[in-house]
């Protein structure tokens, strides 16, 4: 089913508040889609001097990573909110982090952010008060992993597909598929790398897609039992050939370096990094596709500093603020007029910000349901929850 087509016919379940994995109770009146009543910001007020963010490396520069590369300081003046940050290493991570209640706002993947919707850790997000928001990209706004019914939580910030990584000098010929990290008699065992996370699990089934149709996976975060089974034996199988379960991107950046790592998933901002500091190594997107991220700043329900919360999520899907951590990270801005205050001309071909038909096989992430989110009604689907579990079990085995 096209991808697209497959998201239109996708509604969340009233259920699905009790099946994702990892929400919290809340005292508040549950809507009738099962989402707590969260009540959201009706006009901004003034700033409260400061702003505290959870968010991936990357998206929160200051300068002090690269002196050109910063755009916080100028926020910081122009509305007097001190940007604190603290880098989520995973989803989870994230999640747990704004749980404490001690974070303003967070840039949470789609694996993230149903799961902080339904157990009423973030706050619907007035539009209306962000002006940026016009300027994103539509097929960005109001998708299943940032809205429930119509209704936004969030502002989106970028995406990109989670790549195969290879050093140009060791690897040969250059891979074209995901084949190559899952090949029992890899030349490279040992020195594959592999997403430390549950969501990694998508990977394998979206493996399984292309090189097993009978088992009529159609969509990788929407597997019944016997697809996730089948997903499970993949990844025990290759669980020899990993030298290293990344979850920090500065250690695996190290481990490219090192020539520790030679082959496997990464991020583009984990190339960039290892390319600028001399290592030979490439990402591709593989033939069958990947999975992927679209991400979106949430404010939480419990936000300390609102308003300064608000003043942030403006900020950062401003045109000049987009681009630069567009560029820096390695990913397609979600404002449109980013893509013309780029340094680099070519960034937003390159990162097909605007190609459509790029993406149709980037399977961004997405929380697992009970209710399948392929739109099977027949199946239960195995939930979030049924994912952390048997990831913790793989990994300690």
């Not at 989803?91 to 009423?120: F, H, P, Q, W």
């Not at 209704?151 to 000098?169: I, W």
């Not at 990993?242 to 082959?263: F, M, N, P, Q």
């Not at 560029?327 to 910000?353: I, R, Y």
Request: charged share 20%.
């Amino acid at each position: 089913m096209h991808k697209k087509r497959l998201f239109s016919q996708i509604a969340v379940a009233s259920v699905a508040a009790l099946i994702l994995a990892g929400c919290s109770s809340s005292n508040e009146a549950a809507t009738n889609s099962g989402v707590p009543d969260v009540p959201m910001m009706e006009k901004l007020g003034d700033g409260e001097g400061q702003v505290n963010l959870v968010a991936w490396a990357g998206y929160v520069e200051n300068g002090s990573t690269d002196k050109n590369v910063d755009w916080v300081t100028g926020f910081e003046k122009e509305t007097g909110c001190k940007v604190n940050v603290k880098i989520g290493s995973t989803s989870d991570d994230m999640v747990a982090l704004m749980k404490t209640g001690e974070y303003d706002v967070v840039s949470a993947s789609g694996d993230a952010s149903l799961r902080l919707i339904y157990g009423g850790d973030v706050a619907p997000v007035n539009t209306d008060l962000i002006p940026n928001y016009a300027d994103i990209f539509s097929n960005l706004k109001l998708q299943q992993w940032n809205s429930v019914d119509g209704v936004s939580y969030g502002v989106p910030h970028g995406r990109g597909a989670n790549l195969l990584a290879y050093n140009t000098d060791v690897v040969k010929p250059a891979p074209t598929s995901w084949a190559s990290v899952f090949d029992a008699n890899s030349p490279y065992k040992g020195k594959i790398t592999a997403y430390d996370s549950p969501i990694y699990i998508a990977d394998a089934a979206l493996y399984l897609m292309n090189t097993q149709p009978d088992l009529g996976i159609k969509y990788p975060y929407a597997l019944d039992q016997k697809q996730f089974d089948a997903a499970i034996e993949v990844l025990k199988a290759q669980k020899p050939l990993i030298g290293e379960y990344w979850g920090d991107y500065l250690k695996h950046v190290a481990s490219l370096k090192s020539g520790g790592t030679v082959l496997g998933t990464t991020w583009q901002v984990n190339i960039n990094l290892a390319k600028s500091e001399g290592v030979k190594v490439e990402g591709i997107k593989p033939a069958e596709g990947s999975t992927g991220w679209s991400d979106t700043w949430m404010i939480s329900s419990k936000a300390k500093n609102p308003n300064c919360a608000y003043m942030w999520m403006n900020h950062i899907a401003s045109p000049a603020a987009n681009a630069g951590v567009a560029e820096w990270f390695g990913e397609a801005p979600s404002n449109a007029k980013s893509c013309d205050l780029t340094a680099d001309k070519n960034h937003c071909a390159t990162f097909h910000a605007a190609d459509d038909a790029y993406w149709e096989n980037v399977y961004y992430w997405n929380t697992p349901t009970e209710t399948c989110l392929d739109g099977r009604t027949d199946v239960k689907c195995l939930p979030y929850a049924e994912w952390v579990k048997a990831w913790s079990s793989l990994r300690n085995s």
